[in-house]
């Protein structure tokens, strides 16, 4: 069987306010083309379809607008879609006895029984192969939220030992049913011990509050392959060829200019995967950066005077980026970009500014002692921010400013 892996669409994601749908009807439309192509017998995606638990109608027409076409593509397809952590897991998987019809199952919600235990039938699905008999079994294990997974009596790491212990009783429970020559295989959204980041994946750790970390023991050595989402740069865990993160489609952050987005196509017989490639995804909209390092606004305003200026109106304009050194605050460094760019074919996504010798610490600025903090004076909290922020002392002007506008609160007070 040819299985396609995929993850961590976001469908619905502005990117700085831009909104993206143009862009992930080109990745869907690409990836039907893909599904047909490369005769594709079963899609996984990992979680994270939509980019926020309430989708908008645009959103949600887009992604059923695919699942339609995709089974066009491929009428035997057969299509496993987990919730993540951005999803909500109850409104994907509202339309499940419905898709199951065509061999579209969602998992979102974990289901127990009276006792609390884990209904694990619901989150095993049977592949079939070309004439009707078992293949191989998938454990389609969704983001598993605090009261999906058990506590773990003593334990250090509640999270990971919980999600350990799930998939360890969901391979038990298949491992009882399969019969000799099917294989197994899982899905998941969640962080491993290995796992290299990128710029939006250490945002991401914040909504988990940094204990997700789950070791790539977890899954059962057994398991043909683990199609995981989540972190969104492609990569395999550790020497498991057969655990991987697909990586999000569309890039998430300007650190990603260079690198090239995938899904991953893999084939599966009795011996376990074989195969596999990694099908790079067709950038819709580019990612640009001026100027390559962060340099004076005279010379910024120089290099963005440069840019093409729009044609006819129809080309895809690229996000832009632009990047400033500066030596203090400059309040109208905005406004001389953006006439800057008054014409250009590109879309103002950022300006990142950058001011000569702001890191606190190399220039004696320390935090301080909560208690310390407690001690502070407003005009002390005032002098250590600027220092923080822009490697320099305040002028003596602003200052002036700043203890005439203090001593005008004291006095209200």
Not at 19 to 37: A, K, P, T, Y
Not at 42 to 70: E, I, M, Q, W
Not at 277 to 305: N, T
């Amino acid at each position: 069987m040819k299985i396609l892996h995929t993850a961590d669409w976001h469908i619905g994601q502005l990117f700085h306010e831009y909104d993206r749908n143009w862009e992930h009807e080109q990745f869907l439309d690409w990836l039907v083309g893909m599904i047909r192509s490369e005769s594709i017998d079963v899609l996984l995606v990992s979680g994270d379809v939509f980019d926020n638990s309430n989708p908008s109608a645009a959103a949600l027409k887009l992604f059923y607008t695919f699942l339609n076409r995709a089974t066009q593509a491929n009428p035997s397809l057969q299509i496993i879609i987990t919730a993540g952590n951005h999803d909500s897991a109850a409104r994907l998987e509202s339309p499940k006895p419905l898709l199951e019809s065509s061999n579209i199952h969602i998992v979102g919600v974990i289901e127990k029984d009276v006792g609390g235990n884990i209904d694990f039938g619901k989150l095993t699905i049977p592949l079939k192969a070309g004439d009707g008999s078992v293949a191989g079994w998938c454990l389609a294990i969704p983001f598993l939220r605090m009261g999906d997974y058990p506590a773990i009596e003593g334990s250090e790491q509640p999270y990971s030992a919980g999600v350990a212990r799930v998939y360890a009783e969901a391979y038990a429970y298949v491992s009882q049913r399969k019969e000799p020559g099917q294989w197994m295989i899982a899905l998941g959204h969640l962080h491993t011990q290995d796992a290299a980041v990128g710029d939006m994946d250490r945002q991401e750790r914040l909504i988990m509050g940094g204990i997700e970390l789950v070791p790539a023991s977890a899954f059962h050595d057994d398991l043909s392959y683990v199609a995981l989402g989540h972190i969104h740069r492609a990569q395999r865990i550790g020497a498991r060829e057969h655990v991987r993160y697909s990586g999000s489609p569309l890039p998430m952050s300007f650190s990603e200019r260079a690198y090239r987005h995938q899904v991953l196509v893999f084939e599966l017989n009795g011996e376990g995967m074989e195969h596999l490639q990694q099908l790079e995804v067709p950038v819709a909209v580019p990612l640009m950066r001026i100027p390559a390092v962060h340099s004076h606004a005279a010379e910024v305003i120089g290099s963005l005077a440069q840019l093409p200026a729009i044609v006819d109106g129809s080309e895809v304009c690229p996000y832009l980026e632009v990047v400033v050194l500066a030596d203090g605050p400059d309040p109208g460094l905005r406004h001389r970009i953006m006439e800057a760019l008054v014409g250009k074919a590109v879309r103002l996504a950022r300006i990142d500014v950058r001011y000569e010798g702001m890191v606190a610490e190399r220039n004696g600025v320390e935090p301080g002692s909560s208690n310390e903090r407690e001690e502070l004076r407003p005009v002390d909290v005032f002098s250590r921010t600027y220092q923080s922020k822009y490697g320099s002392p305040v002028p003596e002007g602003l200052m002036q400013l700043f203890l005439a506008v203090a001593a005008g609160v004291t006095e209200t007070e």
